[in-house]
C-alpha cells in the first residue's frame, strides 16, 4: 500500500506489503525488510534488515510520535485514496522542527538552553540523571529553543516530550 509520510515536516513516499509475518517496506525507493512484534503499552520490539531495535509509540489515527534510539519523531500518515496532505504539510517541508523527548525515566537535573536561544547541531539541551547518571541530550539540527514543556526536578517517563525547536 501507497502512502505519504511525514516524519518531522519531512515528506517521504513509503510502500510496504505484509507477507508470512514479515513487511516489506520501501521509502523512496530503498528498501527495508522488517519483522516487528507489540510488547506492552506502545512498545514494540523488531528486526530490521537483522538487526533488533525497540520502539515506544504514543498516537492515534494517523498522527504518531515515535521514540526510537533515544530520538523522538513525529510521524503523520497520509492515505493518497482518502486524503492528502495539507498545504501547510507541503510548506512545512522547507521547515525543520525537532521535538527532544525523554530517552529514558528520570529526572531533570538542568538545562543548557534557555527558551528562544538558537543551538547548533550536537548541542547540549538538557541534563537529564537517570539511574545515578547523568545524561546529555543534544540537538539533531539547528535552530531556536521555541518551548520547554517540563521543569527542573521534574521526573519523566520514556518518550515524553520535554522540548521542541524550530
Avoid: W
Avoid at 515536516?9 to 523512496?28: F, H, L, P
Avoid at 512484534?37 to 533488533?52: K, N
Avoid at 518551548?147 to 524550530?166: H, N
Wanted: aromatic share 6%.
Amino acid at each position: 500500500m501507497k502512502q505519504q509520510v511525514k516524519v518531522n515536516n519531512t515528506v517521504y513516499q513509503v510502500d510496504y506489503e505484509k507477507s508470512a509475518g514479515t513487511i516489506r517496506v520501501s521509502i523512496d525507493d530503498r528498501s527495508y525488510l522488517l519483522d516487528a512484534a507489540a510488547v506492552s503499552g506502545g512498545y514494540y520490539s523488531y528486526l530490521l534488515d537483522g538487526q533488533s531495535h525497540d520502539t515506544l509509540v504514543d498516537g492515534e489515527d494517523d498522527h504518531f510520535s515515535v521514540l526510537v534510539a533515544g530520538k523522538c519523531f513525529d510521524v503523520d500518515f497520509y492515505d493518497p485514496r482518502t486524503r492528502r496532505p495539507s498545504d501547510d504539510v507541503s510548506r512545512s517541508t522547507l521547515e525543520s522542527q525537532q521535538t527532544i523527548c525523554a530517552p529514558m525515566a528520570g529526572r531533570i537535573v538542568r538545562f543548557q538552553v534557555d527558551s528562544g536561544d538558537m543551538v547548533g547541531d550536537g548541542d547540549g539541551l538538557i541534563v537529564l540523571e537517570a539511574m545515578k547518571m547523568e545524561n546529555e541530550l543534544k540537538s539533531q539540527g539547528v535552530g531556536q529553543v521555541k518551548e520547554i514543556l517540563v521543569a527542573v526536578d521534574d521526573v519523566v517517563t520514556p518518550g515524553q516530550k520535554l522540548m521542541v525547536i524550530e
